[in-house]
C-alpha cells in the first residue's frame, strides 16, 4: 500500500511522515532526500548544478540508499552534509531538471514496490503515484511555516529574521509551484490537510485517523 504526502516547505511533512510511517508498520521514502543526496554528489564533484545533461548522467550513476534515518551515497553517511546550506541552496536548480526527475521518479517506484511505503514529496500523489491508496495535501499557511522554521532555527542556537526566512521561503514555493516537470499541486483525489494551530503529535493523529480509514486498516 501507498500513502503519499504533498506539500510545501516548511509544512512540516518530513517528521509527520516519518511518524506516520512508524506508527502504520510502514516504510518512509524521503523523497526530498533524494534530490539532496544528489545535488551534495554534485557539488562535491565540482560540477555545475544548472548542467542538465551532465547532472542527468549522475543521476543516473547515483546509489542512493536509506538505512533508517540516515541517507547514504555510495555507503557512506551523508544525513547531515544534505541539509548543509550550500545544498539547500542548489537543490531546487538539480530538482528543477526534467531528466533528472524522471530518474528520480523512476527510482521511487522501484524502491515503494518493496512494501508498503509513506511516500513524501512534491509530486507523490500526482506524477510518481498517481493511484496511491490514500493521498495528503499537506499544508500550512506561509506565516505559520515561516514562524515555524525560525523556531526550529533558534532551537537550533542559529539566528533566525522572520522577514528573511519568509522572502527564502515564498521564493522556493514559487519555484516548487513553477518548475514545468514535477511542480507541486493538489493531486486528483488529494485529502488537503491544512495544520495552523495544530501541535505535532495533533497533525499525526489526524493523518493517521484519515489513512486507517481511507485504507480500512
Ligand atoms: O523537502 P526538501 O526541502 O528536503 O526538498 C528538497 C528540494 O527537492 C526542494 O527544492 C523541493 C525538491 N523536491 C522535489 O522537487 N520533488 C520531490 N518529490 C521532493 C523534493
Known amino acids: 500500500m501507498i500513502v503519499t504526502i504533498d506539500g510545501p516547505a516548511g509544512a512540516g511533512k518530513s517528521s509527520v511522515s516519518r511518524q506516520l510511517a512508524a506508527r502504520l508498520g510502514f516504510h518512509y521514502l524521503d523523497t526530498g532526500a533524494m534530490y539532496r543526496a544528489l545535488t551534495w554528489w554534485v557539488l562535491e564533484q565540482g560540477r555545475d548544478p544548472g548542467d542538465r545533461k551532465g547532472v542527468a548522467e549522475l543521476a543516473r550513476q547515483i546509489d542512493i540508499s536509506f538505512a533508517g534515518d540516515r541517507v547514504l551515497v555510495a555507503g557512506q553517511d551523508v544525513s547531515q552534509a544534505i541539509r548543509s546550506p550550500q545544498v539547500t541552496g542548489a537543490v531546487s536548480e538539480v530538482a528543477d531538471n526534467p531528466d533528472v526527475r524522471q530518474v528520480m521518479v523512476s527510482r521511487q517506484r522501484d524502491l515503494a514496490r518493496s512494501g508498503d511505503y509513506v511516500c513524501e ?71 488537503e490537510v491544512l495544520t495552523d494551530g495544530m501541535d505535532f503529535p495533533q497533525v499525526v493523529d489526524h493523518l493517521e485517523a484519515i489513512v486507517v480509514k481511507e485504507l480500512g486498516l
Do not use: H, M, W, Y
Not at 158 to 167: C, F, K, R, T
Open 121 to 191: 514529496g512534491r509530486d507523490q500523489g500526482t506524477v510518481a503515484f498517481p493511484q496511491a491508496d490514500c493521498k495528503i495535501f499537506l499544508t500550512a499557511s506561509a506565516a505559520e511555516r515561516a514562524q515555524r522554521r525560525c523556531r526550529q532555527l533558534v532551537e537550533q542556537g542559529e539566528s533566525a529574521d522572520l522577514e528573511e526566512v519568509l522572502a527564502a521561503q515564498n521564493k522556493r514555493d514559487l519555484r516548487d509551484e513553477s518548475r514545468p516537470v514535477g511542480k507541486l499541486v493538489k493531486a486528483v483525489g488529494s485529502i
